[in-house]
């Protein structure tokens, strides 16, 4: 609700906000370098990948700490007009948005006990889905992330919750066909339930249609394999590809993946109708030599597309409206142990590298000056109907 209005709010401010962007435009050609005319790379352009860490080591430990930007003297808000509405440059600052910022996008494998390397205890999970919302991170799918079409509410920080290997637990139903509460698809939805104003069902599952262990062939439980998958897409989730049989793309004949890449979209399609599958998961993070083979292809008359591909591993991900962004590599954080903690506890240090949302899918907020590492990443062309704005920091 907070979100709808706050989004209301900001599209009655358009205008205003337009035509400060363009006094801020104005000022930029008169003033130098601002935030706008540094899009051209430099030396703190490298993507936010693992370096030397702040924190304990661990496995994917968080990049390098990067110095808060330093308070910049706020310039006088634009003369109030006729309307004594919030100010559009104050309502960005106090969400303090940043659409430029990184985004986690986590991997899960099994949900069972015990936990271990590969598995996540139901109880575990649930605690993560409760630190997530109470630190304001909000849920979205991955071919939104992909496509820059990010619709959270104003302060909230996108996050994505990915599956791979479709195993019981991800999505197990009991016998009356409800999903079992102790299962991540139930832990799922009773969170959407609780908190529908902090969390809604969106998740990206990476399924499998046919390997040796049968609890992975679409979540187990044939009789309810294709329930599954309608329920899921119905409460919003996303349903993804991680081929028929967790086949190395790197490996075999281009015949062969284009088997495994055709087969698997559309026989997920045939089971959803009118469902659009758009994302991969390359089983074991390895990608065909020729890389064009998972953007799209023909076999035996069955077309295929990718829009969206993730990686195993790489640490938070770039903005989608950054240079660094590469849909076809989106980097993941493996969740096990503490390494969620790890990369929550950094992102409450370091909150000027968290992608902040304005609460207007059409907009991309950024604060001038951005912080040191995001500077010169803004990508040279928005998606199409998507406008930029720039606030001054302030403090
Ligand atoms: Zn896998």
């Not at 309608?230 to 075999?252: A, C, K, N, P």
Request: net charge negative; with cysteine; hydrophobic share 35%.
């Amino acid at each position: 609700m907070t979100g709808m209005d706050e989004n209301q709010c900001c599209r009655r401010l358009l205008l205003p906000v337009v035509l400060m962007l363009l006094a801020l435009l104005v000022g930029a050609c008169a003033d130098g370098p601002s935030g706008l005319a540094t899009t051209g790379g430099g030396p703190t352009s490298a993507p936010p990948t693992a370096t030397a860490s702040p924190v304990p080591p661990s496995p994917t430990s968080p990049p390098t700490a990067t110095p808060d930007p330093s308070p910049t003297p706020t310039p006088p808000p634009p003369t109030a007009t006729t309307e004594p509405t919030v100010d559009p440059t104050i309502f960005l600052q106090q969400v303090q948005a940043n659409e430029l910022g990184w985004i986690l996008v986590l991997e899960y494998h099994l949900i069972e006990e015990p936990g271990g390397r590969w598995s996540r205890t139901p109880d575990n999970f649930r605690r993560d889905v409760e630190q997530l919302i109470a630190a304001g991170y909000y849920p979205i799918n991955l071919i939104d992330l992909a496509r820059g079409q990010i619709d959270v509410p104003a302060g909230k920080t996108p996050i994505v919750l990915t599956f791979d290997d479709s195993s019981s637990g991800q999505c197990r139903y009991l016998e009356d066909g409800q999903p079992d509460p102790d299962s991540a698809c139930g832990i799922l939805l009773a969170a959407a339930q609780a908190h529908p104003q902090d969390w809604q069902p969106r998740a990206t599952f990476f399924v499998l249609l046919d390997v040796d262990l049968d609890d992975r062939i679409l979540f187990g439980q044939p009789e309810w394999a294709e329930k599954k998958l309608q329920d899921l897409v119905g409460w919003g989730m996303e349903i993804g590809s991680h081929t028929i049989s967790h086949y190395r793309l790197d490996q075999g004949t281009e015949e062969k993946i284009r088997w495994q890449l055709a087969v698997s979209e559309n026989t997920i399609e045939a089971i959803v109708p009118g469902y659009e599958l758009q994302s991969l998961s390359a089983p074991l993070g390895m990608y065909p030599e020729d890389e064009s083979l998972i953007h799209g292809g023909v076999w035996e008359e069955q077309v295929y597309d990718f829009e969206a591909v993730v990686e195993v591993a790489g640490g938070p991900s770039a903005s989608p409206f950054s240079l660094n962004f590469d849909p076809y590599h989106i980097r993941r954080n493996q969740v096990f142990e503490d390494e969620l903690d790890i990369w929550l506890d950094y992102f409450e240090i370091h909150p000027e590298l968290r992608y902040i949302s304005d609460g207007d899918p059409l907009t991309v907020s950024i604060p001038h000056p951005l912080p040191e590492r995001l500077q010169g990443l803004l990508a040279e062309s928005l998606p199409e109907g998507m406008a930029l704005r720039q606030y001054p920091l302030g403090q």
